[in-house]
């Protein structure tokens, strides 16, 4: 969470102390900062001048009356503002707490109103995009994009960065929005797996409690191999082998006690084949003449489907705590979070994207890693 730390001074006070004291209590203060930085928690902020050098707008008779001072007087005046970051009000208090700033006078913290500063944000990156495109380098340092079709507008360096600060924002909030789903994610009930399921593996018959490998957790990757999926007999389905060329080395997992498997209802000989095509490392095993598609509901009535499944063990209890598919594992694609960065994203019609964006229908331009040309193309959908 953002939270707005306004740093009072009580001014007497202040005054009193001996300037090397001062100079010292200055000192202390940048370096807490400095940590706060470290620990990613200072996100801005700024001095301000002294009370005296304020003005106050009122309202008087309709009409706008300016005087000088700030809008109150008292003992303290507000000395500096501090963004900062923290899970919680009672992180911000800790963090604040410890501030040498509080020797000298109060710290008012207040929650950012997170909504409402995401709105105005987008609007000023809206009013910013809008002057860029039609105001030109006069007010924006906006220049011309040449009239071609598929270019953001063009700025200058302090234009775009102000945009992109502003972007990033966001971003924050929706690192945090997953961060918390995580959170949530582990906090679900598990159900225990009563069969003893045998699959089929390269050395014969295996148990799913083989499959962890001695590991607590376990990870499947429902893969669609079958005769109603594209590609048979030779090939598994276009979007799982996207999926898992992006799995990368099971050492990564196995380092925070999870082992990763593959399971398909093709034949093993089918999937041992396919592997070997694919150049992949990962187990994979076949569930063929069993009922382990059906019961995790990636074999249906209307076809083969994709998904995830996670296990937890206890001894040799076996529990499942979650399974997604669709787009709930399109995270582990990280092709995708790396062309959503770019300016034109995955270049599929049913992203929001600017007209003239070059766009394909969605999966159209989806190939195994061995099929592509060495130059595809992209045609603009009009």
């Given at each position: 969470m953002?939270?707005?730390?306004?740093?009072?001074?009580?001014?007497?006070?202040?005054?009193?102390?001996p300037?090397?004291?001062?100079?010292?209590?200055?000192?202390?203060?940048?370096?807490?900062?400095?940590?706060?930085?470290?620990?990613?928690?200072?996100?801005?902020?700024?001095?301000?001048?002294?009370?005296?050098?304020?003005?106050?707008?009122?309202?008087?008779?309709?009409?706008?009356?300016?005087?000088?001072?700030?809008?109150?007087?008292?003992?303290?005046?507000?000395?500096?503002?501090?963004?900062?970051?923290?899970?919680?009000?009672?992180?911000?208090?800790?963090?604040?707490?410890?501030?040498?700033?509080?020797?000298?006078?109060?710290?008012?913290?207040?929650?950012?109103?997170?909504?409402?500063?995401?709105?105005?944000?987008?609007?000023?990156?809206?009013?910013?995009?809008?002057?860029?495109?039609t105001?030109?380098?006069?007010?924006?340092?906006?220049?011309?994009?040449?009239g071609?079709?598929?270019?953001?507008?063009?700025?200058?360096?302090?234009?775009?960065?102000?945009?992109?600060?502003?972007?990033?924002?966001?971003?924050?909030?929706?690192?945090?929005?997953?961060?918390?789903?995580?959170?949530?994610?582990?906090?679900?009930?598990?159900?225990?797996i009563?069969?003893?399921?045998?699959?089929?593996?390269?050395?014969?018959?295996?148990?799913?409690?083989?499959?962890?490998?001695?590991?607590?957790?376990?990870?499947?990757?429902?893969?669609?191999?079958?005769?109603?999926?594209?590609?048979w007999?030779?090939?598994?389905?276009?979007?799982?082998?996207?999926?898992?060329?992006?799995?990368g080395?099971?050492?990564?997992?196995?380092?925070?006690?999870?082992?990763?498997a593959?399971?398909?209802?093709?034949?093993?000989?089918?999937?041992?084949?396919?592997?070997?095509?694919?150049?992949?490392?990962?187990?994979?095993?076949?569930?063929?003449?069993?009922?382990?598609?059906?019961?995790?509901?990636?074999?249906?009535?209307?076809?083969?489907?994709?998904?995830?499944?996670?296990?937890?063990?206890?001894?040799?209890?076996?529990?499942?705590?979650?399974?997604?598919?669709?787009?709930?594992?399109?995270?582990?694609?990280?092709?995708?979070?790396?062309?959503?960065?770019?300016?034109?994203?995955?270049?599929?019609?049913?992203?929001?994207?600017?007209?003239?964006?070059?766009?394909?229908?969605?999966?159209?331009?989806?190939?195994?890693?061995?099929?592509?040309?060495?130059?595809p193309?992209?045609?603009?959908?009009?």
């Amino acid at each position: 969470m953002k939270f707005v730390c306004m740093g009072f001074i009580e001014k007497a006070k202040y005054e009193s102390l001996p300037q090397e004291e001062g100079q010292r209590m200055m000192e202390e203060c940048f370096a807490y900062d400095d940590e706060l930085r470290r620990g990613g928690h200072f996100l801005g902020g700024e001095a301000l001048q002294a009370a005296e050098n304020a003005v106050t707008l009122r309202i008087k008779n309709g009409q706008v009356d300016v005087t000088d001072g700030p809008y109150a007087e008292t003992k303290e005046m507000l000395g500096g503002i501090l963004l900062l970051e923290a899970r919680d009000l009672n992180h911000a208090i800790s963090l604040m707490s410890q501030h040498p700033g509080v020797k000298v006078g109060p710290f008012e913290i207040r929650p950012s109103d997170e909504p409402m500063n995401t709105l105005i944000a987008a609007r000023g990156a809206a009013v910013q995009s809008a002057g860029a495109a039609t105001n030109g380098s006069e007010e924006t340092g906006a220049t011309g994009a040449g009239g071609s079709p598929g270019l953001p507008p063009v700025v200058d360096r302090k234009a775009w960065q102000q945009a992109l600060e502003r972007f990033r924002g966001r971003e924050k909030e929706a690192t945090r929005a997953r961060d918390a789903l995580a959170a949530a994610r582990r906090r679900l009930p598990m159900v225990k797996i009563e069969k003893d399921y045998q699959l089929e593996g390269p050395d014969g018959k295996v148990r799913l409690l083989d499959l962890f490998e001695g590991r607590r957790q376990l990870a499947v990757y429902h893969f669609m191999f079958a005769e109603t999926v594209g590609g048979w007999p030779e090939a598994g389905c276009v979007g799982c082998s996207l999926l898992v060329d992006h799995l990368g080395h099971p050492a990564h997992y196995q380092a925070r006690g999870l082992s990763l498997a593959l399971v398909s209802l093709g034949p093993l000989a089918n999937l041992e084949a396919y592997k070997k095509r694919m150049g992949w490392q990962l187990p994979w095993y076949s569930s063929a003449g069993t009922s382990f598609n059906e019961d995790f509901g990636v074999t249906t009535p209307q076809g083969e489907t994709h998904g995830l499944s996670i296990f937890l063990r206890d001894g040799d209890d076996i529990y499942q705590t979650y399974h997604s598919s669709e787009r709930g594992v399109e995270t582990l694609l990280g092709n995708f979070t790396l062309l959503d960065m770019t300016p034109w994203g995955r270049q599929e019609s049913w992203e929001d994207s600017p007209a003239g964006w070059p766009q394909t229908e969605p999966y159209s331009w989806w190939r195994r890693h061995d099929e592509y040309q060495a130059e595809p193309r992209v045609e603009t959908i009009q």
